[in-house]
């Protein structure tokens, strides 16, 4: 028996983007309903610890949305739907005034304005801050003010399936209670997803449990669309060692106070990296870039503040090369760059977690770092103005949206795309809401997907959902990671089919079940790893956080194409299909030829 209940606009996910959404929708007056996997306050968005990119020119009146938009677009290396990153640059700071009136506790500059660090990528210091634990916050002001609005949240429930009507539309969603396993849906017309990202399909990754792709794969069965899944970005700095915390993030905040990227024999080595595209505005030599570091001089910027991906490949060769740490990373410094009081101060977050997982003083000795699977910029495709997907009733916000960062995001965007992007999802969802017929969940569609759930309980020899995980997991790290080539691909794909095939068998009941919870995750993970693995293996050129062995350097004509993903016909796999990249209007276009 399925618990029903009836809302106008339900958001899977209570990270930012959904909390955000959530409070939108609710103040343009729908009844809102929050749907989460782990409890209110937990979501990995407190993960994203170095600050909001804004344009708010704090610290450097000269900055403005202009120079973001152009920071993004080149950090995504142009493959950015360029309306998501106007509207991004332009609204961003609104969303942290925003944030600030309603309640939260930004560091502060000497004359009492919002403080901004820098964060690789960025022209101008333009990170909101507080510490380097700014998710954190951002979730605890977000979650203060919906809870004061009344906003409903079920907390530690998992959706299994969005449900539509005979006209294709939203009608609703479906799910479980993780405690007892007792099945729930939502009747709505509007479903928001804020599910984040797909970290889990890998070996190493920064992200939380919760990071199955649950969401990408929802709106592929559901009808819609994704765009450019190639594309997934392994942060440069992750813990190494011990094993039990492999991946952990270590912000890019502990690079943007000064930290220095060392290889083993103790060299800087990131000089050796730096691209010819950003020589021009990067330090030419230590000493300049030490200088930097006392008056800002001339906005150049140290090379351990490249965008991530380049810092990752730099890290990844390094390593390959037999310069790398005793755990397979590189040193991290921030020791000899800052007072050990300025280091707690500033990065306390960073300094308690060296301290009680790895038992070092960062504030005395280097990290050892190394890349780990972060984020994924691709995502469901929507329209840049609402966040609506090619579903109706459909809308999905942060990161499991697609377009905002073209190849590569840079650090501190993605707070700020969640809180923009959260709030025109909420407003739009809502409006949806207002002008549809009241949603309608028939009984077969509830049984039915009652039977998919309870599937891996009637296989009494299938397969252990840990190893189909493990599988897939090395499957991704091994074959679809940093760097990539056909065979590789190929043969990853090749285990993705094999993994499909398996029938997955589960034992017990449905209560504090963790291995049904999987169960009923890996169909998730193993139809978002072959839409990354078959768009890897489509695009023949090296771009943002995608790298080919055999096509090194980027290509102009791949430049102007995406890829998408959807369902073929038949339900059973993927299919690609190339489109064009909108294009951008000519007052945009200019904004790259002038000084700013």
């Known amino acids: 028996m399925t618990d029903l209940h009836n809302y106008d606009v339900v958001v899977v996910g209570a990270g930012g983007a959904g909390l955000r959404a959530a409070i939108e929708a609710h103040d343009q007056g729908a009844r809102v309903a929050v749907v989460c996997k782990s409890l209110l306050g937990k979501a990995h968005t407190v993960m994203a610890e170095g600050g909001i990119a804004a344009a708010m020119g704090n610290l450097y009146p000269e900055d403005n949305w202009r120079v973001h938009f152009r920071d993004t677009m080149r950090g995504g290396k142009m493959l950015n739907h360029w309306r998501m990153a106007q509207l991004h640059a332009q609204e961003a700071p609104d969303r942290v005034r925003e944030l600030e009136d309603w309640g939260a506790l930004f560091d502060r500059t000497k004359d009492g304005l919002i403080s901004q660090r820098d964060f690789g990528g960025h022209r101008f210091a333009r990170l909101a801050h507080v510490g380097d634990r700014t998710g954190l916050e951002l979730i605890r002001t977000l979650q203060q003010r919906a809870v004061a609005l009344g906003i409903d949240v079920y907390m530690e429930h998992t959706i299994t399936r969005l449900l539509t009507g005979p006209d294709g539309a939203i009608s609703g969603a479906f799910g479980y209670r993780r405690v007892d396993g007792e099945f729930v849906a939502w009747q709505a017309p509007s479903v928001i997803l804020a599910t984040g990202g797909i970290g889990k399909s890998y070996v190493v990754t920064s992200n939380s449990w919760e990071y199955t792709g649950d969401g990408h794969s929802l709106a592929l069965q559901a009808g819609a669309s994704l765009v450019n899944m190639e594309f997934?970005?392994?942060?440069?700095?992750?813990?190494?060692?011990?094993?039990?915390?492999?991946?952990?993030?270590?912000?890019?905040?502990?690079?943007?106070?000064?930290?220095?990227?060392?290889?083993?024999?103790?060299?800087?080595?990131?000089?050796?990296?730096?691209?010819?595209?950003?020589?021009?505005?990067?330090?030419?030599?230590?000493?300049?870039?030490?200088?930097?570091?006392?008056?800002?001089?001339?906005?150049?910027?140290?090379?351990?503040?490249?965008?991530?991906?380049?810092?990752?490949?730099?890290?990844?060769?390094?390593?390959?090369?037999?310069?790398?740490?005793?755990?397979?990373?590189?040193?991290?410094?921030?020791?000899?760059?800052?007072?050990?009081?300025?280091?707690?101060?500033?990065?306390?977050?960073?300094?308690?977690?060296?301290?009680?997982?790895?038992?070092?003083?960062?504030?005395?000795?280097?990290?050892?770092?190394?890349?780990?699977?972060?984020?994924?910029?691709?995502?469901v495709e929507v329209d840049p103005e609402s966040q609506a997907a090619l579903v109706p009733g459909l809308f999905a916000a942060g990161e499991v949206s697609g377009g905002m960062h073209g190849s590569n995001r840079l650090g501190g965007n993605s707070l700020s795309d969640l809180l923009v992007f959260g709030k025109r999802a909420g407003t739009a969802a809502a409006t949806h809401a207002k002008a549809s017929?009241?949603?309608?969940?028939?009984?077969?569609?509830?049984?039915?997907?009652?039977?998919?759930?309870l599937r891996p309980f009637e296989e009494k020899s299938g397969d252990n959902p840990y190893a189909v995980w493990h599988a897939l997991q090395a499957a991704m790290n091994e074959l679809v990671g940093i760097i990539r080539n056909a065979d590789e691909v190929e043969r990853a794909l090749a285990t993705i089919e094999e993994l499909k095939a398996k029938k997955l068998s589960v034992t017990g009941g449905r209560a504090?079940?963790?291995?049904?919870?999987?169960?009923?995750?890996?169909?998730?993970?193993?139809?978002?790893?072959?839409?990354?693995?078959?768009?890897?293996?489509?695009?023949?050129?090296?771009?943002?956080?995608?790298?080919?062995?055999?096509?090194?350097k980027p290509d102009a004509e791949w430049g102007k194409l995406n890829l998408i993903c959807t369902l073929n016909d038949d339900r059973s796999g993927i299919a690609l299909t190339r489109k064009p990249l909108p294009v951008m209007p000519p007052e945009l276009a200019e904004i790259f030829e002038e000084t700013l």
């Open 232 to 379: 997934v970005q392994f942060h440069p700095t992750g813990m190494v060692w011990p094993i039990s915390v492999k991946g952990i993030l270590i912000t890019e905040s502990v690079r943007g106070e000064g930290g220095v990227l060392k290889n083993s024999e103790g060299r800087r080595f990131m000089f050796d990296y730096i691209p010819e595209f950003f020589r021009a505005e990067t330090a030419d030599t230590e000493e300049e870039a030490d200088r930097w570091y006392d008056d800002h001089a001339n906005n150049r910027r140290p090379p351990e503040l490249l965008p991530r991906d380049e810092v990752a490949r730099a890290i990844n060769a390094e390593v390959k090369a037999g310069r790398g740490s005793p755990h397979g990373g590189v040193f991290l410094d921030i020791a000899s760059r800052r007072s050990a009081e300025d280091i707690k101060r500033r990065l306390p977050s960073m300094y308690h977690q060296f301290k009680e997982l790895a038992e070092v003083d960062i504030t005395v000795e280097a990290m050892e770092v190394g890349p780990t699977c972060h984020y994924v910029m691709g995502g």
């Open 437 to 453: 017929m009241a949603a309608s969940i028939t009984q077969e569609a509830l049984a039915d997907a009652e039977q998919a759930a």
């Open 512 to 552: 504090y079940n963790p291995g049904w919870h999987l169960a009923l995750d890996l169909p998730n993970m193993l139809r978002v790893s072959e839409c990354i693995a078959k768009a890897a293996l489509e695009r023949q050129e090296s771009r943002g956080g995608h790298t080919r062995d055999e096509f090194p």
